[in-house]
């Protein structure tokens, strides 16, 4: 899908996304279609969860955010820095799961963690029910305005 960027302007992509296209670039039909069948089994979990609940909250990622173009040096324990897509994929699966089920979801300022940088909140709704996500996400900034908050700048 964005194989042909890696090729044209390799110089446009952060260095974790040409090693994700390039591992792409290794798998087969029959991989991707297993990748396909894991989705579609995810799809069908979360439709049952959401028979039962409106909405999962979650972490936005694993991690506070970090320095643009830096990664993160640890997400839990320490990690590889060598590993690009490693530390993509450490950083965000709690975002990773739902953009793959094709869930509506918000991600929200909810706060600051180690460093004064921002943390938020991910707000996940059922398939196609991007009005209750849209509802919460402003209840949510309604009880906690964060608009002026501002993280350290050094």
């Known amino acids: 899908m964005y194989g042909h960027l890696a090729d044209e302007r390799p110089e446009d992509l952060m260095p ?29 979990q979360l439709h049952q969860v959401f028979q039962e609940y409106d909405l999962i909250l979650a972490p936005t990622n694993a991690a506070v955010a970090w320095p643009h173009l830096q990664p993160p040096e640890k997400i839990g324990s320490e990690i590889n820095q060598d590993d690009m897509a490693g530390i993509n994929y450490g950083a965000i699966p709690f975002t990773m799961v739902f953009n793959s089920s094709f869930n509506p979801a918000s991600s929200i300022p909810c706060g600051f963690g180690e460093g004064g940088m921002p943390v938020g909140l991910q707000i996940i709704g059922g398939y196609d029910d991007d009005a209750t996500v849209l509802r919460a996400s402003r209840a949510f900034e309604q009880a906690r305005p964060w608009s002026g908050d501002r993280p350290p700048v050094s």
């Open 16 to 44: 974790y996304t040409l090693e994700m296209i390039e591992h792409g670039r290794t798998l087969s039909g029959a991989d991707v279609s297993v990748a396909l069948r894991n989705v579609q089994n995810l799809q069908l």
